[in-house]
């Protein structure tokens, strides 16, 4: 199985800042690594697709980045509806598998 | 417009078994797959297997194979899939997520782009 990690595993910020998420794959996925948003209590929401493919409908200030095994979530200018968990997915191989998730909460 | 809509909550014993429906609207069915994703309580995002839309094959997550079974229903105007877990244990505790996966692409991969409310399954003596 491919495994998937995640850095930091959580962190504060304040709105408007920008924060950083990494994945790290444990071979190459080339670009099949896919983001998603969790809110407490509800289903995750897809974000980013094929690494760096914004979903639609999905405002602008979040981008991906990454090939190979590194990847990279954006978030400029944060806003009080993104503190939440961001789980990176692999789709390169079945079993797909995510990363342990990444909580994003208020400073 | 497109949803998933799941099945209400479950309570079982140990060595049961349990059996979750997704029922999908909204789209052409044969055009995707279906995921299943379990969460157990405060963890991460576990992928359990999916079941082809177009031809119902099946691939699961080698853990579970042997105790999961995947099958789907169009005989009314709207389809349903259903999880069969057996041989349940306090371990199978999880919500269970239903999650349309779109096309395999070469260059895309492919991804699960819509998701059901989820349904809690609590195994418990």
Known sequence: ?107 | QAQLVQSGPEMKKPGASVKVSCKASGYTFSSYSMSWVRQAPGQGLEWVGWISGYNGDTNYAYKYSGRVTMTTDTSTSTTTVYLYLRSLTSDDTAIYYCARVTSWVYDLGNYEDLWGQGTLVTVSS
């Open chain 1, 1 to 107: 199985d491919i495994q998937m990690t995640q850095s930091p595993s959580s962190l504060s910020a304040s709105v408007g800042d920008r924060v950083t998420i990494a994945c790290r794959a444990s071979r190459d996925i080339r670009t099949h690594l896919n983001w998603y948003q969790q809110k407490s209590g509800k289903a995750p929401e897809l974000l980013v697709y094929a690494a760096s493919s914004l979903q639609g409908g999905v405002p602008s200030r979040f981008s991906g980045s990454g090939s190979g095994t590194d990847f990279f979530l954006t978030i400029s200018d944060l806003q009080p509806e993104d503190f939440a968990i961001y789980y990176c997915q692999q789709s390169d191989i079945t079993p797909r598998t995510f990363g342990p998730g990444t909580r994003v909460d208020i400073k």
